[in-house]
Every structure is written in C-alpha cells, then in structure tokens.
C-alpha cells in the first residue's frame, strides 16, 4: 500500500510535541518563559510569494482544431507524477524557498510504502529530537546567531559560525536527505536526492546570480554549499526553538483565560515567566522553581483567581 504524506504538517506537530515532552507535560513548565526569548515562529524563514504561480499544460488539439482540455489536463498531471519538483517560482520568476528542509518536502511528493512511512517517520522524529537537544543545549550561541543573521552584521556573524560549526556537524553528516534516502527504495531514494539537487542548485543560483563570487571558482562554490547546508539546519534549530517558546505561550494565554486576568495582571505574570525563563532556557525547571513561579503568580491573584489557577494546574 502507498501512502502521501504531507511532512510539514506532520514534523510541525512532532516538533511541538517534543516541546511538551521536554518538559515533561505540566502546564506550569510549559508556560514558564513563554517569552523569554522575543523569538517570533519561523523568525529566520523567508517566505515568499502567497500566491502560487499559475500552471499551465501544452495546448493538445483534437481531430478539429479544438482544444482537448481532458487531455492536455491529464498530459500536465501525468508530467507532474513523472518528475516531481521542488522548484516553483512567483509570478516574476523568483524562486519561492522553502519554509522546511527541501528533503522532508521532497518526501511528501513521494508514493512511499507504508514500510518507508514507518522508517522515515522515525528517522525525522530521532532528528527533531537531537535538534531539540541541540537548541537547548546551545541557546545562548543560536540567538546570537540569529541577531547577526537578522541584522546582517558579518563581522558578529563570522566568529560565530566558527563556533557553531562543530556542534552543527551532528545534523550536517549525514544530512536529512543522506537518512531520509537510506530508509527508501533505490527509485524513491534516487527521486528524492534528485529534487533535493535540483533545488539546491537552484537557490544557489538565486542568491549568487549577479554576485561577484558567482563565476569565483571551486573553492568559492564548495564554501557556498556548506554555507547552504548551514543554513538548513540553522532553520531546523530555529523552528525547534519557536516550537518550544509557542508551545510555552499557548500554555500561558490559556492560564489568563482560566484566571480571567486583567491586563494588569497579564503584564506582571508575563514579567514573572521572563525573569524565570531567563535562567532556565529551553530545560525543564526543577520542582522548587515551580513551586517559586507558582507563588509569585498567586500573589498578583485575587482569591477567587487563585482557586481556579489551582484548578487549572491540577487538570493540566
């Protein structure tokens, strides 16, 4: 049996549950520095374009002249079941970039077994994993990274890099393509590694047409392929990052609303979850900080508020 299956979706849900599970299911932790960071979801990513550009078959003619849209209709999807792509372009041309790792795009246009299901499944639930891992364990260096990435700021961005390309070496061999691919038939692998180049070429044609680096070599061209790499699983890192700190701020709207706190009171809780999240990061904190966060949350609390954020802590 064959399986469809859209990855963005499926790893966007994983990547919140891992946010969950890291801290261990309570609704107090999972509130705890729900903005600690200022960290926006996809605040790396470069989305472009809304609007998809319009696709369009050949013409194909009947006997009379006509035009035979059945047929030119099943030309274009027998055309797009026969060579799957990443590449898709605005109206202008431009290349519209990906908000997710162009090898877990690539394996949703993919007819998998349920087998491949199963084994990819678990491949980019044990990455998610160890790029959680990865976030939390170096969240310090990442936001630093983000700024300068953000601001352009290339004399920050340099010594930077250096220090992450150790730690980011973990995700980068194997890459999420070399894993994914291991996991399939030698047809799907090769379909999969063909649109991941495809795109890779693509976008690195983009960014470099009209650069003076452009024609600069073999040096110049392994460099800017790291620096692609790079680049994805720095984008990984983030949406593991931004996972965790909305998964921290759903939890906590849904605590006002238990609470029914005035905007008042949101404010001074909110400052209360930043100076804690400040220490702890992405980790779990211990049960004598809970029990501390909880205090100071009760006293910003009327009596009848405090009973139901207690209720609400007991259900959660």
Not at 67 to 82: K, W
Not at 136 to 164: I, S, V
Not at 248 to 254: G, I, P, T
């Amino acid at each position: 049996m064959k399986s469809r299956m859209t990855w963005s979706v499926r790893q966007g849900m994983k990547t919140l549950d891992i946010a969950r599970h890291s801290c261990g299911g309570s609704v107090l932790v999972l509130v705890l520095a729900s903005s600690f960071v200022g960290f926006e979801a996809g605040a790396q990513l470069q989305p472009a374009g809304s609007e998809p550009p319009l696709l369009s078959g050949p013409e194909i003619r009947t006997g009379d002249g006509g035009l035979d849209t059945q047929a030119a209709g099943a030309s274009m999807e027998g055309s797009v079941r026969a060579s799957p792509t990443l590449i898709e372009r605005s109206f202008d041309g431009t290349l519209i970039e990906l908000d997710v790792n162009p090898a877990e795009a690539a394996l949703g246009l993919l007819d998998l077994t349920d087998e491949e299901v199963a084994a990819t499944r678990r491949v980019l639930e044990a990455r998610a994993e160890l790029v959680w891992v990865i976030a939390r364990d170096h969240l310090e260096l990442f936001l630093k990274l983000q700024t300068a990435r953000q601001g352009g700021d290339q004399d920050a961005l340099r010594p930077l890099m250096r220090e992450a390309m150790p730690i980011l070496a973990q995700l980068l061999r194997p890459t999420m393509a070399e894993s994914l691919a291991a996991e399939l038939s030698e047809a799907n692998a090769q379909s999969l590694q063909r649109m991941v180049d495809e795109y890779r070429r693509a976008v690195m044609e983009n960014r470099t047409s009209g650069s003076e680096h452009a024609s600069s070599g073999r040096l110049s061209q392994t460099r800017a392929e790291l620096r692609y790499e790079s680049g994805l699983v720095l984008r990984e890192i983030a949406r593991s990052i931004a996972a965790t700190v909305e998964a921290r701020r759903d939890q906590a709207e849904s605590l006002y609303e238990a609470v029914g706190a005035t905007p008042e009171q949101r404010e001074q809780i909110q400052a209360i979850l930043r100076q804690m999240g400040a220490t702890v990061g992405l980790e779990s904190p211990s049960p004598g900080r809970r029990r501390e966060v909880m205090e100071k949350i009760l006293q910003v609390l009327r009596p009848e508020q405090r009973e139901r954020a207690r209720a609400y802590l007991r259900a959660g």
